[in-house]
């Protein structure tokens, strides 16, 4: 977690000459992240190597979250060529270690959390956006077999696979495809700040959004299903209904049992290519700290698959993937 050599000159050519820089944790991408502090002032910077990161659809998202009242980091400055952001400091009140130290939190944060997505999908998502479509479903779901399985020695009938997939997608692709919005897809916990001085968030204003540089147009499920299905920390069931219930009743959606559904399979969707993802951060990546998660994947998994949707998914996995190689296998 070293700066790299080309920060201090950007930041002297920038206004912040001399500024100490302090690491901070970096994600499961190749990118950095330091916090920058001059004088009283504070930035963070952003180190995401051009030649593994392409910045540019960071900055195209911050604009338009921006310029719709949302609260992404502002740029202060960029070098695309060196890889180097200088972003807006929101602070150190990350949702996740937040609601840790304070559990009292966490319905009007969850809440605030739902409202700022219903408000999101309020506008239409920017044309220049790649739709969530069957391909990138499909290719996100092929993580789980080729990395996942392929880790634990299995063999995989692919075609059977896509098959089971396209079954239990269909409806919610075609409602995807009459009415997409913007979605965030890394919507949960460990991206989202607490803005509000340290008391509870009175709205989606105070709250900041991180890591949203892979958005796509797509169903108005998924960033709910990303929120109250944490990788990374457990939400209380009876919270998640009422969270989901919030959603329905904001939204105003109008076929609850379809969007009930869409939530189900697109949940079992994401929790599977999460189990590819975080296997391919051990075996490819080196990284720690993301396989140790994996069995509280796997719950959402078995969950979802009990629902009557994901029938021709939950055969194939019955026949492919036994008991020992689901959340045992992790631990």
């Not at 290719?139 to 896509?162: H, I, K, M, N, S």
Request: with cysteine; hydrophobic share 50%.
């Amino acid at each position: 977690m070293q700066p790299p050599p080309a920060a201090p000159a950007f930041l002297d050519r920038h206004g912040w000459a001399g500024a100490a820089i302090a690491p901070l944790a970096g994600d499961a991408s190749f990118r950095r992240y330091f916090r920058v502090h001059d004088r009283g002032r504070t930035a963070i910077l952003m180190d995401a190597p051009p030649d593994l990161e392409d910045s540019r659809p960071f900055l195209f998202v911050a604009a338009y979250l921006l310029a719709q009242g949302f609260r992404a980091p502002r740029v202060l400055a960029a070098d695309l060529e060196l890889g180097l952001l200088l972003l807006e400091d929101f602070g150190d009140r990350r949702m996740g270690p937040a609601l840790a130290a304070d559990p009292a939190l966490e319905e009007p944060v969850y809440a605030a959390a739902v409202d700022l997505l219903v408000a999101l999908h309020r506008a239409p998502p920017p044309l220049e956006l790649r739709p969530y479509d069957r391909a990138e479903l499909l290719r996100e779901v092929l993580l789980f077999p080729q990395w996942y399985l392929a880790a634990a020695g299995v063999a995989v009938d692919e075609a059977g696979y896509t098959a089971a997939w396209d079954a239990a997608w269909a409806d919610l692709l075609a409602e995807t495809d009459r009415a997409p919005v913007l979605v965030l897809r890394d919507y949960h916990a460990d991206n989202i700040m607490l803005l509000g001085n340290g008391r509870a968030p009175a709205g989606p204003a105070d709250l900041g959004l991180l890591d949203f540089q892979d958005a796509l147009a797509g169903h108005r499920a998924y960033d709910l299903v990303s929120l109250l299905e944490d990788a990374r920390r457990d939400v209380p069931p009876r919270l998640a209904s009422a969270m989901r219930d919030r959603f329905i009743r904001a939204a105003g959606v109008e076929d609850e049992a379809g969007f009930r559904t869409a939530c189900v399979v697109l949940g079992a969707q994401r929790n599977v290519k999460i189990l590819g993802i975080f296997v391919r951060l051990r075996d490819r990546d080196g990284r720690s700290g993301y396989v140790e998660l994996l069995p509280r994947v796997w719950a959402h998994v078995e969950q979802a698959l009990a629902h009557p949707a994901l029938a021709p998914v939950r055969g194939w996995f019955d026949a492919h993937v036994p008991a020992h190689l689901r959340a045992p296998w992790c631990r």
